[in-house]
């Protein structure tokens, strides 16, 4: 990917509609190390658990929640220690031990904040995801922040399965949501982001990147118009560098974004 961005770079070093800053900027970016390029198995703080036995998990949750008392200790063990296919296997050991959903026993004998986070580990992450979007878009006023965290954060695949999940859950299209709950430059922003059209792999196609060089004609009128190119194109590691103060040049990080919701929409995608 970095070097597909370097190739697509060459021919424009001396064009005009961007300062000339710009250029250094991405040339350091493309040559610095991401955290996107990291090794398989190496991104992420829980890992799936060595010699995982899902029936004796659930087993071993169905004696702490039975009973006057609930043994959080062994809910907590469990749950925070298990990847979410791991916890996935448990609900459904669970149920075929007990005839009863572990959601169920679970909002039947916890309460309060760790009744919802017990509930949120053992949530598929697309239907976790759908359901903070849709909460997100309810009331008065959208919360932004959510929206930009989900899909500035989320692989293509990821945001297909978010959108599958509210589909089945509401017939309707969350795209068409989506443009009807934001505007302006913050709902250019958010739509690009929940297409889910962003390559996140890190291999390089160097006839790809030499036709894209060649064949795209640059004429921007303003920042966002190369931020919105960048997107299009999938040349979305460019953009980690503008989340950094203070850049060489002094300058804005993007003047003609008018809305702060826009801003962060593009500079989140620039941190995943």
Same mark, same amino acid.
């Given at each position: 990917?970095?070097?597909?961005?370097?190739?697509?770079?060459?021919?424009?070093?001396?064009?005009?509609?961007?300062?000339?800053?710009?250029?250094?900027?991405?040339?350091?970016? !493309?040559?610095?190390?991401?955290?996107?390029?990291?090794?398989?198995?190496?991104?992420?703080?829980?890992?799936?658990?060595?010699?995982?036995?899902?029936?004796?998990?659930?087993?071993?949750?169905?004696?702490?929640?039975?009973?006057? /008392?609930?043994?959080?200790?062994?809910?907590?063990?469990?749950?925070?220690?298990?990847?979410?296919?791991?916890?996935?296997?448990?609900?459904?050991?669970?149920?075929?031990?007990?005839?009863?959903?572990?959601?169920?026993?679970?909002?039947?004998?916890?309460?309060?904040?760790?009744?919802?986070?017990?509930?949120?580990?053992?949530?598929?992450?697309?239907?976790?995801?759908?359901?903070?979007?849709?909460?997100?878009?309810? /009331?008065? /006023?959208?919360?932004?922040?959510?929206?930009?965290?989900?899909?500035?954060?989320?692989?293509?695949?990821?945001?297909?399965?978010?959108?599958?999940?509210?589909?089945?859950?509401?017939?309707?299209?969350?795209?068409?949501?989506?443009? +009807?709950?934001?505007?302006?430059?913050?709902?250019?922003?958010?739509?690009?982001?929940?297409?889910?059209?962003?390559?996140? +792999?890190?291999? !390089?196609?160097? /006839?790809?990147?030499?036709?894209?060089?060649?064949?795209?004609?640059?004429?921007?009128?303003?920042?966002?118009?190369?931020?919105?190119?960048?997107?299009?194109?999938?040349?979305?590691?460019?953009?980690?560098?503008?989340?950094?103060?203070?850049?060489?040049?002094?300058?804005?990080?993007?003047?003609?974004?008018?809305?702060?919701?826009?801003?962060?929409?593009?500079?989140?995608?620039?941190?995943?």
């Amino acid at each position: 990917m970095y070097n597909r961005l370097r190739l697509f770079l060459m021919p424009y070093r001396r064009t005009t509609f961007i300062m000339a800053s710009l250029w250094d900027d991405l040339q350091s970016l !493309v040559d610095s190390p991401s955290s996107a390029a990291a090794e398989g198995g190496q991104r992420g703080t829980i890992k799936p658990k060595a010699n995982f036995d899902a029936e004796k998990d659930a087993a071993a949750l169905k004696d702490a929640i039975k009973g006057l /008392g609930t043994n959080e200790k062994v809910l907590i063990e469990i749950l925070t220690q298990r990847s979410n296919d791991q916890r996935q296997l448990i609900c459904k050991a669970y149920e075929g031990a007990t005839g009863r959903t572990l959601e169920k026993d679970l909002k039947g004998d916890t309460g309060g904040n760790f009744e919802e986070l017990l509930l949120a580990l053992i949530t598929p992450p697309a239907a976790y995801d759908c359901h903070e979007v849709t909460r997100a878009m309810k /009331g008065a /006023g959208t919360k932004d922040s959510v929206l930009i965290e989900i899909f500035a954060s989320r692989s293509k695949q990821q945001i297909k399965a978010l959108k599958d999940v509210y589909r089945k859950e509401t017939e309707k299209d969350l795209i068409e949501k989506l443009q +009807s709950e934001a505007s302006g430059d913050f709902s250019t922003a958010l739509i690009l982001l929940a297409k889910g059209e962003r390559d996140g +792999s890190n291999s !390089v196609d160097v /006839g790809k990147a030499k036709e894209d060089a060649e064949v795209k004609k640059l004429n921007p009128k303003s920042t966002i118009d190369m931020f919105l190119f960048c997107f299009k194109l999938q040349y979305f590691f460019s953009l980690r560098r503008f989340t950094k103060p203070g850049r060489r040049s002094g300058a804005q990080t993007s003047p003609s974004l008018s809305r702060s919701s826009a801003k962060e929409a593009y500079l989140s995608s620039g941190r995943f």
